[in-house]
């Protein structure tokens, strides 16, 4: 059981905007930043967004990242197949002093 | 270009123990720490904890505290992670990964390419 909430799986068509969710604590996402991250199949994770909206050197603008409260989100635009991964959200957990992630969220591109 | 390289696949029976590494290539150890990771077969990504290299202080999650620990060698900017007493569910992908301080919290920003311990 994931400390951090997402849903199993999201999928949409080429094109379309895609929308996860990311929901936590008072102690992990309430009171830190949100990270992102990127898993393509068989590859090891790559960072997406972090300080719960900052998209590092490379990552297309299509990917945004949004907090509010306790709960984050990532918002995939112009979906492209190249997108089908598994998304994990992150955040530093105050209360177990340790780095949390979300179960992953699954994305397919119909 | 730093990039962090870790060791080969490993096949172990239970009651054994495993030293995975992970050298950051092109770069020297600074303060930032290295984080392990764990992913089991179809699960997700779970934090094992880290180290931070130039100071040798290391801090676990609870559930890997009684049977993982952490060192580096900073002449050779490697660190390593060792599992004791291994069991079948210990089979796993490990990753490594160093991480950065942004303005307001840190980030895994550079990961290894993963180590496949099958127990």
């Known amino acids: 059981q994931s400390v951090l909430t997402q849903p199993p799986s999201a999928s949409g068509t080429p094109g379309q905007r895609v929308t996860i969710s990311c929901s936590g604590s008072?102690?992990?996402?309430?009171?830190?930043?949100a990270n992102w991250y990127q898993q393509l199949p068989g590859t090891a994770p790559k960072l997406l967004i972090y300080?719960?909206?900052q998209r590092p050197s490379g990552v297309p603008d299509r990917f945004s990242g949004s907090k509010s409260g306790t709960s984050a989100s990532l918002a995939i635009s112009g979906l492209q197949s190249e997108d089908e991964a598994d998304y994990y959200c992150a955040a530093w957990d105050d209360s177990l002093n340790g780095r949390v992630f979300g179960g992953g969220t699954k994305l397919t591109v119909l | 270009q730093v990039q962090l390289v870790q060791s080969g696949a490993e096949v172990k029976k239970s009651g054994s123990s495993v030293k995975v590494s992970c050298k950051a290539s092109g770069a020297i150890f600074s303060s930032n720490p290295i984080s392990w990771v764990r992913q089991a077969p179809g699960q997700g990504l779970e934090w094992m904890g880290r180290?931070?290299?130039?100071?040798?202080?290391?801090t676990y999650a609870q559930k890997f505290q009684d049977r993982v620990t952490f060192t580096a060698d900073k002449s050779t900017s490697t660190a390593y992670m060792e599992v004791s007493n291994l069991r079948s569910g210990d089979t796993a992908m490990y990753f490594c990964a160093r991480e950065t301080a942004g303005a307001s919290g840190t980030y895994l920003a550079l990961w290894g390419q993963g180590t496949l311990v099958t127990v």
């Open positions: 300080n719960n909206n």
């Open positions: 180290i931070i290299p130039i100071l040798d202080i290391a």
């Open positions: 008072s102690s992990n996402i309430g009171s830190n930043v």
